[in-house]
């Protein structure tokens, strides 16, 4: 079952980071990326349905742009949604761009998106309209200049639009705390091992954006954080989520981990064992979103 409980924290957002993030930068291995952002779109479904139907919206958008879209989890959501609205799909990555256009056809609605691959952290974005709604999900966060970003943003929406952001409080727990049996903590501590890979890296994960939205001249008008618990293999979809996403994580924990932990993280990983997490059913999908809709005046 999945669970979706609300609450508006202040000044405790909920951010992603890790294997899993929207997009906007340029992956070396854009295959294997896609792959997981396909996952992530496949089992989160119902939560990014969610937060765009909780959107405050004056009226319903007709132009709406999906910053860092990745393969188009966001992008698809907000078609559905919205279903008179035409999105244009901005990324860096062309592989993940042809992706979500062969999608886009696959479903028939390849005359509502238009797809633009460009490098946010320019200084001149290409030109992408008068959006009313501009989505960014986990892809704020990449930003080396976000003030920046914020300002460009603001100066794109129509007066009155609305800007969501989107952020995951890291990737996705899968593994029970006492799992696996032989090394009892092993996800916890991997994804301690990459928080000094990530603070060099991404340094605004973790970032509260209402501050930087308001001081950017937007008016946050709601924060929302949903939790996130799915339990169940989906049809396997949260194994290959789990593999893909811990698979990721090794290349950066790997120098921080004992050879103890690395071996056992490796047995999970090897999908040949018996051990491999593919054949676990004990899995779960934990974490936590948070949602800043912010209106430009």
Known sequence: MTQAHQHTPHGEGGHRHGPSEGGHHQAHDDGGKAEILDLDAEVLAEHIAFI?????????????????CGTGAGTFALLERFPEAYVTAVDTSAGHLQRLREKACARGVEERVRTVQADLDAADWPDLGTPDLVWASASMHHMAHPHRALTSVHDLLAPGGLFAVVELDGFPR?????????????????????????????????????????????????ERTIAVNIEGDRGGAVGRYAHGGLQRIRGAAAPALSPEDLAALDELLDTNSPHSILRRDDLAVRTERTVWAARRA
């Open 174 to 222: 899968f593994l029970p705390a006492d799992a696996p049996e032989n090394r009892p903590g092993l996800e916890e501590r991997c994804h301690r091992a990459t928080d000094s890979f990530h603070a060099e890296h991404v340094p605004h994960r973790g970032a509260d954006w209402g501050p930087m939205l308001s001081a950017a001249g937007f008016t946050v008008e709601d």
């Open 52 to 68: 765009t139907a909780w959107l405050p919206l004056k009226t319903e958008p007709r132009q709406i742009v999906d910053l860092g």
